[in-house]
């Protein structure tokens, strides 16, 4: 039996008449915080639901503006999805036959609005599976594959293909789309990467959660490659500020990086635990913690996040915030609650590079 745990089940995708359904993939965990991005950038777009990793959404007008949203990984035409398929290796046949039967034509359309269309198409499948099935993603790839040739008779190219027909089975149910995205969209805001970069999509999705104000102090105490930094200035400009990291290594390349976004920052090598900044001066810290995996180690974050949270509550004015994402939940969480004055106001736990890091947000009292 393959197994994977990652198990979104579509919704029923019922668009407006006269609307195309689309889907994106997402870093699991910030469907809100896309559906967000998407009804203020794209106001006339429909949300028709979400589940864990995938926004549905439909619009009547081709949906390029979507290629723009900074939350997601990959944008999709909407194709079907079916039902029923059998966990044993008959539910290969299954595929086969039902990817015979599919219509891609309206997909196709869509991705003739968005890019060149081949004389001659060529095609991969790619899928993805979760749930327990005797079969893989291989497997299914190559069946749905047979369907489409049957079909279509389109020629099979896996590295130089037009379209990317991708298939999500999760348990006996298979969502089809057709992706539209031509690569990753958090292929972006870096040149350079640090061990722990973050992908861009969370660092743009915490950026959204602080709310961001024109013209306030905003500062990344620990800030690797100083993604949250880039996407902080392309989110609502660049205010003022801050970023630091305890190693020169990371400061140096977050001076490139920043560089090559034209964006001024003042980057210095400090240690986050005594921040050369005065009491109460900043209005927003949006940063990233070592998790104690391929930075750190928990026994360093046990002396790093007490003194780091002593200079959050410092640092930040009464009223200012706190987007924190770590995977070191029950000492975070600790040392915020038994701080006088700071408040933990939400948590959002994502789905990861296999892991389940959780977003915090902290507020500072006004009165302590
Ligand atoms: C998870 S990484 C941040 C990655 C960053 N968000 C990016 O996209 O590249 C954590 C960073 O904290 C830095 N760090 C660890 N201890 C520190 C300390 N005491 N003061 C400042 N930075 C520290 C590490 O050098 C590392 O670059």
């Not at 036959?97 to 991705?111: S, Y």
């Not at 140096?252 to 240690?271: F, G, M, P, S, Y």
């Not at 026994?299 to 930040?316: I, T």
């Amino acid at each position: 039996m393959y197994m994977d745990m990652e198990a979104p089940a579509p919704p029923t995708v019922d668009p407006p008449p006269g609307e195309d359904a689309y889907f994106a993939t997402l870093i699991a965990g910030l469907e809100e915080i896309a559906a967000d991005e998407l009804r203020e950038r794209i106001p006339d777009a429909t949300v028709l639901g979400a589940v864990r990793g995938r926004l549905f959404f439909s619009r009547s007008d081709p949906a390029r503006e979507a290629l723009n949203l900074l939350t997601i990984e990959h944008l999709h035409a909407y194709v079907d999805q079916f039902h029923g398929i059998s966990s044993q290796r008959a539910g290969l046949e299954c595929i086969e036959e039902r990817m015979a039967e599919i219509d891609l034509d309206g997909a196709v359309r869509l991705h003739a609005c968005l890019h060149p269309s081949p004389r001659r198409p060529s095609f991969r499948i790619t899928a993805k599976r979760a749930g327990e099935h005797e079969y893989n993603s291989v497997e299914i790839s190559a069946a749905a594959g047979a369907g489409v040739v049957q079909r279509y008779g389109w020629d099979v190219d896996l590295e130089e293909y037009d379209y990317d027909v991708r298939v999500y089975v999760k348990n006996d149910t298979a969502l089809v789309g057709l992706r539209l995205s031509p690569e990753a969209l958090s292929r972006r805001a870096r040149i350079l990467h640090t061990a722990a970069s973050l992908n861009p999509t969370v660092a743009h999705a915490m950026c959204r959660i602080s709310e961001p104000q024109e013209s306030e102090v905003v500062l990344d105490p620990m800030c690797g490659a100083g993604t949250i930094l880039i996407e902080r200035n392309r989110l609502a400009g660049p205010g003022i500020l801050l970023g630091g990291d305890l190693h020169a290594n990371p400061v140096e390349i977050a001076r490139k990086n920043l560089a090559a976004a034209e964006l001024t920052c003042a980057l210095v090598q400090w240690d986050a635990r005594r921040l050369p900044l005065v009491r109460r001066s900043v209005d927003a810290v949006i940063c990233n913690l070592p998790w104690g995996r391929r930075i750190g180690s928990h026994r360093a974050n046990r002396h790093l996040y007490p003194a780091f949270v002593r200079e959050l509550s410092r640092v930040l004015r009464p009223g200012g915030r706190a987007v924190l994402l770590t995977q070191e939940k029950r000492l975070l969480t600790r040392l915020v609650r038994g701080s006088d004055a700071l408040t933990m106001m939400r948590q959002l736990s994502l789905s990861l590079s296999g892991m389940h890091p959780t977003i915090y947000v902290v507020t500072r009292e006004d009165n302590t």
